[in-house]
């Protein structure tokens, strides 16, 4: 007995520090694992914020150029505003300036309308006698400067031959000289006559042409009144 009990406690005192060594092991090991688990944990939730940066970074990208394309918008309506706000400044300013052209002229006009009361009168008339005559057109011309055309149908034609008349120019002029032309169309024939005559003040001068076997033959007079008979 004395024997056993020595080597009992020897065999108690070999194996006591396995023992304890395995069982400090396993909250070692749970801990490992924990702090793996955090760790994997951690490198997970950085590569989403890298991410989420990433994403971020290119929505910002984004909404900057957009801001800049919005005021380079901005800026292009602002010149191009600017740009019809002055040309509408210029249009503006000349048509303000034509309005007081014209005015000017007109007044102009009047005071010599007021101070010369000249007038000329163009008339064209037919025989009454030829029958067989017939007109197709007529072509005026004042001071070398086309004043009026006409052209003369069958029923035309009909009113002159029993007396109508056409006026073919009316208008206040200056009291000079003035040349008149008229050139006609009669039985397909071009006939042209030219007539000078001398404009005075507060009188109206009457030039009529008459389409006569043919020919034209004018005639002119004046008055004090706007009626030519």
């Known amino acids: 007995m004395k024997r056993v009990a020595p080597f009992a406690l020897a065999v108690t005192l070999m194996f006591a520090p396995s023992l304890g060594q395995a069982q400090d092991s396993t909250p070692y090991e749970q801990r490992r ?6 760790l994997e944990q951690t490198q997970s939730q950085l590569a989403e914020t890298r991410q989420a940066r990433v994403q971020l970074e290119a929505r910002i990208d984004r909404v900057i150029a957009e801001m800049m394309e919005r005021r380079a918008e901005t800026l292009l309506l602002s010149n191009e505003a600017n ?14 300036n034509l309005l007081q052209q014209r005015d000017r002229f007109l007044a102009l006009g009047d005071a010599v309308r007021r101070r010369s009361g000249a007038q000329l009168v163009v008339l064209l008339r037919a025989d009454s006698s030829a029958t067989s005559q017939t007109l197709a057109s007529a072509e005026l011309m004042v001071d070398g400067a086309p004043a009026d055309s006409r052209t003369y149908s069958v029923a035309a034609n009909n009113a002159l031959q029993i007396g109508a008349v056409d006026q073919l120019y009316r208008a206040d002029v200056l ?12 039985n397909g024939q071009t006939l042209s006559q030219t007539v000078n005559v001398t404009t005075q003040g507060q009188t109206v001068t009457y030039v009529q042409f008459a389409v006569r076997n043919g020919q034209l033959v004018p005639v002119t007079w004046t008055s004090r009144g706007t009626t030519p008979f």
Do not use: F
């Open 83 to 96: 740009a019809l706000q002055q040309l509408d400044a210029v249009l503006t300013a000349s048509q303000d």
């Open 33 to 38: 694992r924990q702090l793996v688990e955090e």
């Open 175 to 186: 009291p000079t000289p003035h040349t008149i032309t008229l050139s006609a169309v009669v």
